[in-house]
């Protein structure tokens, strides 16, 4: 009798203690928009929760409850009645506050508050004591799962559209799609990636392991759509860092101990979540155009410990290409009170024209799960050296019902895969991607695994060629090719001559990465345009291949050259080439232009032959690296490069004239300044240590044509300074609209400005001057010369502003070919970037 007594009492109680009153719903705005960050209360509480990014809640008691109550500031509350203990769905409509005076008002401060009046900064001040006391830094060993997904497609679709593009399909993918509630308009994805990893870390040793044990992709293939290279550009960042980096920009971070200078804190309420207090802040950018956020971040007042963080765009800040740009990232706790990330969701809204609601674009949507942590479990230093290296592109690949149980965490990507199952291969949806990818690449799909291109090199001018038409093509059946070939013809209408090239690589081993490659190339080559090349297959010089130029381009060197090359990279950003390489190169006309030389006493001689072999390194510490195949990409973040090639020329093997030996080195080093934008700096060596002919030493590399090259010389003509040792360097600071951003009016065209400042200076040997025969009169930079300036980018109409304008200034110096240049320049650029 007692036991059934206590089973009775203890069904009772739990039931009891069950939550008797539960409602879930959504909150909206006086325009039906999801209110994020809302508060809601049962009536007569105290403690309550907080809506999510989508307006979502959920609140529930072991208490009966007749009324909840919600708040938002600038807002009246809302007290909305419960006609039953459990409610679903329920609605809730805020409306603006008619009397002000009565709520706090959360938007930006009109006048900026000192430290010691802003309740804010205290708390400030807990976070930037603390940050190191949270984050998986605190522990020796971590294991965790991480899922990510990536989808992206078409975004502010009206029906009238979407029921052209779509036919038969249309019902049912609306039924699915996300629509935007104030403009209803709709985006449909039209591609997915999902990857699921296990993460293995040793703070000790400083190792990771990362293992893949699921991917797929699912939608249209991927030819590089552009979105898939903007996905590659947002990246995970630590929350507490001064400075993120997004879009390839340096936005300074709400946490940053510099961010009073920049932004408008407002604390609010504070909120009760279980034991724990939770302080609400939200922040204003300062200086709108300013590469900063705005949105809110909620802090645990024991700890200081960010629980949620929200950051999205202001609308008027000096980004292109983006019309919102959202970023949020919540926290759980683990043991010890450390907060570690729990998710991670970047979205965009990309347009190219305007960034108003009547432009349709495109959107990504990057979401990241972190969970199960295990902490304290050592693992063997071997175990971090046997990661699996992906070869292959279904390597990873599981079926459907591991995706369906992986994800039912994270909500929309059953809906987005079961949109892009719907959608099939939808021809219409096809043509559009098609067409970005041929505006973002270059190239134009002609059959399966076929591309022609580069379609932006199809026009040029030169003095010799005159109008020079190109046509080429390459292999792309997927990104990840593990062969690809690539080549193409040139005819000019003046010379009337045909010129091609040809080459082929083949990745015969991936870890390490192995790749041979070979090709052949007949063409007409400006030398005094070339600098260090990683690569000696095929290479046009950058100066042929414009179409309106200053001063002369006679000086052409036809080059017949035959290379086998071999790339051994032991780890992503190490890479080792070999290459041989045969030339057979003379003038392209020698009515205009002469590479003659005579060695001693021997005769004059208008054609050289060489036979050479080099070997290069190649370091790029911190460079984001994706794919697997024969050609990587390496959009992400900015990263340095430093580069050593030395190349040995043999005499006699097949005709060779010369034994030679030529080193040279180049580093390259974007230095990220905070909200002062990026300073490029590039420093440059070499050194010729035997006698040779023009075409083999190292001309000061130069640029005629009227558009931007950061790394040559405008005011100079080619072959104006010739050396066989040289040492250079280059800066180019790009402020972002710093200083603009801060002059009345002109901050209204959102313009950025640019610094830069180039030198070089070098000597030419006796014997090399004595050995010339040729139509350039040596003359190498003693004394150094210099180019410096400035320059205005972002120059363009709404959304779109590519255009750049440099003004060009140079030193003074002995000109002893021809005209002497110009003293002062403009050149133009086009550099689409955000």
Known sequence: MKKILFLFYSLFFALFMQAQTKVSGVVFDDQKEPLPFA?????????????????????????????????????????????????SGLKVFMSNAKELNEVVVVGRPKKHLKKEENPAYKILQGIWKNKKKNGLSLVKNYEYTKYSSVANGLSNLDSIFLKRILGVHYDSVVKLSVQKKKQKNYVIPTYLRELNEKVYGDNTTHKERIDIEGERTTGLADKGFVMEKIANFIKPFDVYDDDVEVLNKVFVSPLSVRGYGQYEYVLRDSVQDGAKKIYEIFYFPRN???????????VEAKSFAITEIYMRNNAKVNLNFVRNLAIEKTYTIQDNDVYLPEREAYEGDFTILSKGDEEKGMYLKKSILYSDYVFEKPKEVAFYEGQIVQTKTKQFEKEDAYWKELTTREAGVNNTRAIIADLGNNKRIRHVTNLLTILS??????THGIQFGSIYQTFSNNDIEGLR??????????????????????YGNRD????????????????????????????????????????????????????????????????????FSVDVQPHKNLKFNWSSVYRNMSAADEKFFSIAYQMEQDIVKNTVKDFAMSLGVYYT????????????????????????????????????????????????????????????????????????PVTLLTPVVVNQAYSISANAFSLLDYYDMMTDKYVSAKFEHHFNGYIFNRIPLIKKLKFRE??????????????????????????????AYSEYGFGIENIGLGNFKPFRIDFIWRSNYVDLNGNEPPKFGVRFGFFPEF
């Open 441 to 446: 690449s270059g190239f134009i799909p002609i």
């Open 288 to 298: 709108s155009q300013d590469l900063l956020f705005q949105g809110s971040f909620k």
């Open 469 to 490: 038409l190109k046509a080429g093509f390459r292999t792309f059946k997927t990104a990840n090719d593990l062969f690809r070939t690539n080549g193409y013809l040139a």
């Open 39 to 87: 508060n809601i209360y049962f009536k007569g509480n105290k403690t309550g929760v907080s809506s999510d990014i989508n307006g979502v809640f959920t609140i529930e008691s072991a208490a009966d409850h007749a009324f909840i109550v919600v708040k938002y500031a600038g807002f009246e509350d809302k007290e909305v009645e419960l006609k039953t203990a459990q409610v």
């Open 621 to 692: 510490p911190k460079r984001d690296v994706y794919g697997f195949g024969v050609d990587q990409s390496y959009t992400g973040r900015l990263y340095a490069s430093v580069g050593a090639k030395y190349t040995h020329g043999f005499a006699a093997i097949g005709g060779s004239d010369f034994n030679y030996d030529k080193l040279q080195l180049q580093y390259n080093k974007p230095l990220q300044l905070s909200n002062f934008g990026v300073l490029r700096m590039n420093f440059e060596a070499a050194k010729v240590f035997q006698t040779l």
């Open 496 to 563: 009337k001559k045909i010129k091609f090239g040809l080459s082929a690589r083949y990745l015969i081993n991936a870890s390490p990465r192995v790749t041979v490659g070979a090709g052949y190339v007949n063409d007409n080559i400006q030398m005094s345009s070339l600098g260090l090349e990683e690569s000696e297959l095929i290479s046009a010089g950058p100066s042929t291949n414009v179409i309106i130029a200053r001063g002369e381009n006679y000086s052409l060197t036809n080059t017949q050259k035959s290379v």
């Open 754 to 783: 640019v610094l830069f400042y180039k030198t070089v200076v070098g000597g030419i040997s006796d014997a090399n001057i004595n050995a010339n025969r040729s139509s350039v009169v040596y003359n190498a930079p003693t004394r």
